[in-house]
């Protein structure tokens, strides 16, 4: 190469690679895939090496780490990292303690005690202790794999690398939250700055960015710190309770959270919510709500967890954030269900830290409630990561109110609003009626296919998902697993490289779990967590498909089966029956398992006496909950369902029992008393 051209590709691509860096260490959020940056990267070594007088001083191959890994390593989670339900209101959290009590049979006036902490809005992490040695760090992930961020995490002064005092089981996996406080991200901001970076935004995104560094030299100049609030795998048990095991934390030298209190009742746990809210501003480092769990341990055990999250605690959110500006247009999306959503493009304005310029307003009912039109002034909130909202007008500007178009503003195609067929109630939801044949729908539907989630592929994100569909390469999953690599290579921005990367990333997902693969295609209702419900009822996606598909009509032993399922309701089980129903949803299903095997999800539970089996709890319980009794058989393996057929093979009968007892009877079913079964089962 000429040394005019070097110097020419050398701008080039110190350019490249500091607007990569850029969205990645700033914003946490990498617009190029690992791969491609890698190759940026060894180009303009290569090129610095053989034009030593070219190469600058500030080239990003002499400021950012010598030796980027390009990647962290992914790590499975012994013990998924849950999340946690939602509380907004007092009452929801006198509801949270009436439901606790009410699983484990408890009276409503049982005295039971429940630690409160502050939410600390950070990113989580696990840190894996091995006698008393720290031995690996990891992100949160998506709760089952996250990211191996070992070396970063050991440069926290706040995580010791070996454990303090006493006591702990050789198998010790401490979790807690990563956040910077306020004076340390004001100064570290200061700094980006005068450096002529660009600021970040808040604390929680600088502490993200800083933990997820290549070069783990650069975290350990920023000012991360750790408090430890629960823990994932153990060897051994470290007490029996929150507060104790907390407590045992501080002396191995964790710090933890000072204003985490125990209390025995909802009003005692809601003053001190109130406590917090009024310490906020003053804490000097940023909350989003506060914490309330279940103290004992034992009892923990027992409530266990609903999909994603713990049934033994819940976060108390603080009133999400208000501002006013502008709504200077109302635009129209089309969602990958069809759903016609009105969008609200405001002047930019900051709300609690965070610059906003769109809010929903959900469908034409609620323009018309709001009375809201474009030029009026109004009030938006903003809450955690929900988006925003628009509250009410403040000053009529002026303008004409407009509800939703009736035809698609993409496809042309009808939007209608659905009449309930049972209940003659209007859906407040436009839909287009084109189904995939919308180009939102079908290109909405193919995002969510390829989302993090979902197939979760490196290098086809909704960019080149638009692409493809332009180019009419990828009209449905299936056409994803037939792309055509060496078309790609010759794509403006792709190249060789990211082709046969993208290659690779898309075969590494032919195999992939149940759960996945059917929150991938997008069904109404059926989000993650009905998504693992379901996979784990039925293990295998061919059986999944034949109950389906009898369950048509929504009736029958399949329908009943179907909506047993703890925690699912009857309307994902509903529009679940219904996708698998439409000849065209059947063809794309059809087509996609051509190419992809999916992976049996795995029974809870294969050595239990129950595994397998389905059971049938009728009369009164005396010494469990319904709830509990049904959970608890869950995790054993077995079914639970509402009415007795030949498919029963176990019927628990308590007092007062009548006619399932009458026709398990009859049919020679194995009935057993609550004992009997808890005999059983332990
Ligand atoms: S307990 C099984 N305690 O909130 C419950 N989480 O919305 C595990 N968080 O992913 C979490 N402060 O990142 C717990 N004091 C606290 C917390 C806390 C912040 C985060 C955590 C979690 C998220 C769930």
């Not at 750790?226 to 095991?245: K, L, R």
């Amino acid at each position: 190469m000429s040394e005019i051209a070097a110097k020419k590709r050398i701008a080039f691509l110190t350019r490249e690679i500091k607007a990569a860096d850029a969205f990645y260490y700033q914003e946490d959020a990498p617009v190029m895939t690992d791969a491609a940056y890698d190759a940026l990267r060894k180009e303009l070594i290569a090129l610095e090496s053989e034009f030593p007088h070219l190469a600058s001083k500030d080239s990003p191959t002499q400021t950012v780490g010598a030796k980027p890994s390009g990647k962290f390593g992914k790590i499975k989670h012994k013990v998924a990292m849950l999340s946690l339900d939602n509380a907004f209101t007092d009452e929801d959290v006198s509801d949270f303690v009436a439901r606790v009590k009410r699983f484990l049979s408890m009276d409503e006036t049982a005295k039971m005690s429940f630690t409160a902490e502050p939410k600390i809005d950070g990113l989580s992490a696990a840190l894996r202790y091995e006698k008393g040695r720290l031995i690996r760090g990891a992100t949160r992930g998506d709760g089952k794999v996250g990211e191996d961020v070992t070396k970063n995490l050991s440069t926290l002064a706040t995580i010791p690398k070996t454990l303090k005092g006493e006591g702990w089981p050789d198998v010790l996996e401490v979790r807690g939250e990563v956040y910077i406080d306020h004076a340390d991200f004001e100064t570290m901001n200061a700094a980006q700055v005068e450096a002529g970076k660009e600021a970040y935004k808040n604390p929680r995104n600088a502490a993200a960015g800083s933990l997820r560094q290549i070069d783990p030299n650069i975290t350990a100049q920023r000012p991360l710190k750790f408090f430890a609030y629960t823990w994932g795998e153990i060897s051994a048990p470290i007490s029996d309770t929150q507060m104790g095991a907390v407590e045992r934390f501080a002396a191995w030298g964790f710090e933890v959270n000072d204003q985490m209190k125990r209390h025995d009742s909802a009003e005692q746990m809601i003053a001190h919510y109130h406590e917090i809210e009024e310490k906020r501003a003053g804490l000097g480092y940023d909350i989003d709500g506060v914490v309330y769990k279940v103290n004992d341990l034992s009892l923990q055990a027992r409530l266990g967890f609903v999909s994603r999250a713990p049934r033994w605690a819940i976060a108390h959110k603080f009133p999400a954030e208000k501002a006013i500006t502008k709504l200077e247009a109302i635009d129209v999306q089309v969602g990958r269900t069809g759903a016609l959503t009105p969008v609200a493009r405001l002047t930019p304005i900051t709300v609690g830290g965070v610059v906003v310029s769109n809010a929903t307003l959900h469908n034409e009912d609620e323009i018309q409630r709001l009375g809201v039109k474009p030029g009026d002034t109004v009030e938006i909130q903003r809450a955690g990561d929900v988006i925003p909202q628009v509250l009410r007008v403040v000053e009529d500007g002026g303008g004409k109110l407009t509800l939703l178009p009736h035809h698609c503003p993409i496809c042309g195609a009808p939007a209608v609003r659905d009449v309930d067929k049972k209940t003659g109630r209007i859906d407040v939801v436009r839909r287009c009626t084109n189904g995939l044949s919308c180009p939102a729908q079908a290109i909405e539907g193919l995002k969510h296919f390829v989302s993090r989630r979902a197939f979760d592929i490196d290098g086809l994100g909704a960019k080149q998902v638009e692409l493809f569909y332009q180019k009419g390469w990828v009209k449905e999953p299936a056409d994803i697993f037939t792309l055509d690599f060496e078309q790609i290579s010759k794509l403006e921005g792709f190249g060789e490289t990211s082709a046969k990367n993208l290659k690779s990333a898309i075969e590494e997902r032919k195999e992939i779990d149940f759960a996945r693969a059917l929150y991938a295609l997008g069904i109404r209702h059926v989000g993650q967590g009905n998504s693992d419900l379901i996979s784990k009822h039925f293990l295998s996606w061919g059986k999944m498909q034949t109950a389906l598909i009898a369950a048509k009509d929504h009736m029958g032993e399949e329908w009943a089966d179907l909506i047993s399922i703890d925690g699912m309701g009857e309307a994902a089980g509903g529009s679940l029956v219904d996708f698998f129903n439409v000849e065209q949803n059947a063809k794309v299903i059809e087509k996609l398992l051509n190419h992809i095997s999916v992976i049996d999800a795995q029974a809870p539970s294969s050595d239990s006496p129950v595994s397998g089996k389905t059971v049938v709890f009728t009369g009164k319980l005396e010494k469990f909950s319904r709830d509990e009794a049904k959970a608890k058989a869950q995790s054993l393996g077995a079914k639970v369902s509402g009415s007795v057929s030949a498919k029963t093979d176990i019927l628990v009968a308590g007092p007062g029992a009548g006619s399932k007892l009458k026709k398990a009877t009859e049919l020679g079913i194995q009935t057993y008393t609550e004992d009997e079964w808890l005999d059983l089962i332990h």
